[in-house]
Nanobody, 124 residues
Framework: QVQLVESGGGLVQTGGSLRLSCAASGRTVSDHSMGWFRQAPGKEREFVAG????????SYSDSVKARFIISRDNAKNTVYLQLNSLKPEDTAVYYC?????????????????WGQGIQVTVSS
């Protein structure tokens, strides 16, 4: 079992930055491939970024590529998502997810463990 807790969300103006954290307990993030997803009101949950266990390979959705950065600190058992150049369309609840497989998995159904989600609101 892996428990995931997100933090770092909030309200920010267009063009601003935030750093989301996903703290894991129960198992280590190094044993899992990790993903960040988001869900805006009335929309389906969508893949944002992922980082593979073992290889550390990362991947991003086209909508956030070059603006967001996913990283992992194994010593702190935490995964981060740095959000830069934020836009109003980035407003959503952001979720951290984990799976004990290698690779960057883009489907929400591929993940076994989820955090409770955290709100990010970008004002125009």
């Amino acid at each position: 079992q892996v428990q995931l807790v997100e933090s770092g969300g909030g309200l920010v103006q267009t063009g601003g930055s935030l750093r989301l954290s996903c703290a894991a307990s129960g198992r280590t993030v190094s044993d899992h491939s990790m993903g960040w997803f988001r869900q805006a009101p009335g929309k389906e949950r969508e893949f944002v970024a992922g980082i593979s266990r073992i290889t550390g390979i990362t991947s991003y959705s086209d909508s956030v590529k070059a603006r967001f950065i996913i990283s992992r600190d194994n010593a702190k058992n935490t995964v981060y998502l740095q959000l830069n150049s934020l836009k109003p369309e980035d407003t959503a609840v952001y979720y951290c997810a984990a799976v004990s497989r290698t690779g960057v998995l883009r489907r929400s159904g591929d993940y076994d463990y989820w955090g409770q989600g955290i709100q990010v609101t970008v004002s125009s």
